[in-house]
T-cell receptor, first 117, second 112 residues
Framework: EAGVVQSPRYKIIEKKQPVAFWCNPISGHNTLYWYRQNLGQGPELLIRYENEEAVDDSQLPKDRFSAERLKGVDSTLKIQPAELGDSAVYLC???????????????FGQGTRLTVV | AQSVTQLGSHVSVSEGALVLLRCNYSSSVPPYLFWYVQYPNQGLQLLLK??????LVKGINGFEAEFKKSETSFHLTKPSAHMSDAAEYFC??????????FGQGTELSVKP
């Protein structure tokens, strides 16, 4: 079974430019997460989807970040315009749980390492 | 609110020695607790999880963790370290809806 697939693996952009990350979750997983991991830190949730619906986007900086999950499968995370402080690893994860099932394992992709110069 | 604290950002052990990585949690409800491992330039891989069944949880690669409610701890151990265990380890608590709240991470180094 294929795992969570993310692309690109690495991205270097100049500040003020736009950037997009793509995630394909494990087949059948209804729940999709985007996390941001700063250097030397643990991941922090940006947004969580249940199927097509964003059910928790409280930590998403909405002035410059946007996300979508069309048809409840693939997802795209976009930053426009990027700032120096956005340099981080962006991790996508998926799980089979529905809302409230806190004990279900989340499977992570390899991440996209973004460097803003 | 839930939170996790990992004691020690870096732990170094000799090959064959005991590995002990410390994690304390804060939760107003019975928690779900996880340990994940991250190798360089990789995503996170689940080592083990506690979901209110047995308090001693066995995971992959010889790791285990014990849930101690009285101490609000979920420390990760392995009897004998191997060079391949060198990685970053994250403790996490699961909030409502499956959101994971991670600790800061502990980097494990294994000396030959």
């Amino acid at each position: 079974e294929a795992g969570v697939v993310q692309s690109p693996r690495y991205k270097i952009i100049e500040k003020k430019q736009p950037v997009a990350f793509w995630c394909n979750p494990i087949s059948g997983h209804n729940t999709l997460y985007w996390y941001r991991q700063n250097l030397g830190q643990g991941p922090e949730l940006l947004i969580r989807y249940e199927n097509e619906e964003a059910v928790d986007d409280s930590q998403l900086p909405k002035d410059r970040f946007s996300a979508e999950r069309l048809k409840g499968v693939d997802s795209t995370l976009k930053i426009q315009p990027a700032e120096l402080g956005d340099s981080a690893v962006y991790l996508c994860a998926s799980s089979s749980s529905g809302t409230g099932a806190g004990g279900t394992e989340a499977f992570f992709g390899q991440g996209t390492r973004l460097t803003v110069v | 609110a839930q939170s996790v604290t990992q004691l020690g950002s870096h732990v170094s052990v000799s090959e064959g020695a005991l590995v002990l990585l410390r994690c304390n949690y804060s939760s107003s409800v019975p928690p779900y607790l996880f340990w994940y491992v991250q190798y360089p330039n990789q995503g996170l891989q689940l080592l083990l999880k506690y979901t209110s069944a047995a308090t001693l949880v066995k995971g992959i690669n010889g790791f285990e963790a014990e849930f101690k409610k009285s101490e609000t701890s979920f420390h990760l151990t392995k009897p004998s370290a191997h060079m391949s265990d060198a990685a970053e380890y994250f403790c996490a608590v699961s909030a409502w809806g499956g959101k994971l709240i991670f600790g800061q991470g502990t980097e494990l180094s294994v000396k030959p």
